[in-house]
């Protein structure tokens, strides 16, 4: 994978009931909290547990 695809965020907030019109920090930083992963800041590391978890295949992340 290459890039951070926008439509899987869209999925995120559709599937959680975040709501889907906008993607924003504030969203990412709830993410960490429901979740339990610490809200006090966003990270790849992050964004990699969340694909093992929810099985949505961990390649289309990347640092750059």
Do not use: M, T
């Amino acid at each position: 994978g290459s890039q951070i695809s926008l439509h899987r965020f869209f999925v995120y907030n559709y599937v959680f009931g975040l709501g889907g019109s906008q993607i924003s920090l504030c969203r990412f930083f709830a993410y960490n909290y429901v979740f339990g992963l610490g809200g006090s800041g966003i990270s790849f590391r992050r964004f990699f547990v969340y694909n093992y978890v929810f099985g949505l295949d961990g390649s289309w992340i990347s640092l750059r």
